[in-house]
């Protein structure tokens, strides 16, 4: 089993930027695709990016391509998103997840981060 720990959240104007961090321990990310989600109030958890692990595919949801970008490194077991031009409608709580394959479902993913919270001010 995985561990998963998101780091990197906090309080950001609008047009900020902030980079959330992703570390894993136990049995890692290599044969695995890791993705990103978020979750505001009332509202179900919903995908962000994800990432398969060799690296060759990245994949983003149309809210966010051209804004926020999923990378990794593999000598740290970390992914990171980096997010830029963030607006009000990006806050939520966000959990890195792994997954055995590329998917945008939550039902797919099978080990979760406990979440950072991202709060955007206008």
């Known amino acids: 089993q995985v561990q998963l720990v998101e780091s990197g959240g906090g309080l950001v104007q609008a047009g900020g930027s902030l980079r959330l961090r992703c570390a894993a321990a136990g049995r890692t990310f290599p044969t695995y695709a890791v993705g990103w989600f978020r979750q505001a109030p009332g509202k179900e958890r919903e995908f962000v990016a994800a990432?398969?692990?060799?690296?060759?595919?990245?994949y983003y949801a149309d809210s966010v391509k051209g804004r926020f970008t999923i990378s990794g490194d593999k000598a740290k077991n970390t992914v990171y998103l980096q997010m830029n031009g963030l607006t009000p409608e990006d806050s939520a709580v966000y959990y890195c997840?792994?997954?055995?394959?590329?998917?945008?479902?939550?039902?797919?993913?099978?080990?979760w981060g406990q979440g950072t919270q991202v709060t955007v001010s206008s």
């Open positions: 997840a792994r997954s055995g394959k590329y998917s945008r479902l939550v039902n797919d993913y099978d080990s």
């Open positions: 990432r398969m692990w060799n690296g060759v595919s990245t």
